[in-house]
T-cell receptor
Framework: DAKTTQPNSMESNEEEPVHLPCNHS???????IHWYRQLPSQGPEYVIHGLTSNVNNRMASLAIAEDRKSSTLILHRATLRDAAVYYCILRHSYNTNAGKSTFGDGTTLTVKP | ETGVTQSPTHLIKTRGQQVTLRCSSQSGHNTVSWYQQALGQGPQFIFQ???????GRGNFPPRFSGLQFPNYSSELNVNALELDDSALYLC??????????FGPGTRLTVL
């Protein structure tokens, strides 16, 4: 299974941008790159996903390298509520025979006021 | 729109017992995935059900089994519980390959 590699932890100041990197050098052509975050005592929450092009939504932006072997989740202005564990995972395509999502240990983001 | 719900919230069992965990998927979602999350680690994929059939499985032994019902709700069954089965069990619903919506999880403690 394709795996992802993320830094264990990162720190940011409140209201500053945060760039969370993820390496996925063994990604296949049909893998989507998904990002989730998990607050303490909660299930993971979907943040954003993409295939090849950069993506934006109300929560964040996703920048995908041209060779797709890495990506970066961008939080434009970190708030204290963004403190969480962020997971980058590869989600197989819409092929119904491929349903796995491989989570790593994620990046713990600390936001300082 | 109702989100993903799981029951029970917490459960305590002893070694060798069997347990059934339940998950109601978000309205319209036909795919349910189950994950095991040990303390301090990321979720580990157990298996996925699509339209009542298992269509993907992680590295878990056969004593982990599941069901998906016609209304797309799902059960996770674990037989012959071991101490290492103590974890948070997460259920996520989705359409195939799309973003997953997770429930709050069931905290299982095996004594």
């Amino acid at each position: 299974d394709a795996k992802t590699t993320q830094p264990n932890s990162m720190e940011s100041n409140e209201e500053e941008p945060v760039h969370l990197p993820c390496n996925h050098s063994t990604i296949s052509g049909t893998d989507y790159i998904h990002w989730y975050r998990q607050l303490p005592s909660q299930g993971p929450e979907y943040v954003i996903h993409g295939l090849t092009s950069n993506v934006n939504n109300r929560m964040a932006s996703l920048a995908i390298a041209e060779d797709r072997k890495s990506s970066t989740l961008i939080l434009h202005r970190a708030t204290l509520r963004d403190a969480a564990v962020y997971y980058c995972i590869l989600r197989h395509s819409y092929n119904t025979n491929a349903g796995k999502s491989t989570f790593g240990d994620g990046t713990t983001l600390t936001v300082k006021p | 729109e109702t989100g993903v719900t799981q029951s029970p919230t917490h459960l305590i069992k002893t070694r060798g017992q069997q347990v059934t965990l339940r998950c109601s998927s978000q309205s319209g979602h036909n795919t349910v995935s189950w994950y095991q999350q040990a303390l301090g680690q990321g979720p580990q994929f157990i298996f996925q059900y699509y339209r009542e059939e298992e269509n993907g499985r992680g590295n878990f032994p056969p004593r982990f089994s599941g069901l998906q019902f016609p209304n797309y709700s799902s059960e996770l069954n674990v037989n012959a519980l071991e101490l290492d089965d103590s974890a948070l069990y997460l259920c996520a619903s989705s359409f195939p390959g799309s973003e997953q919506f997770f429930g709050p999880g069931t905290r299982l403690t095996v004594l």
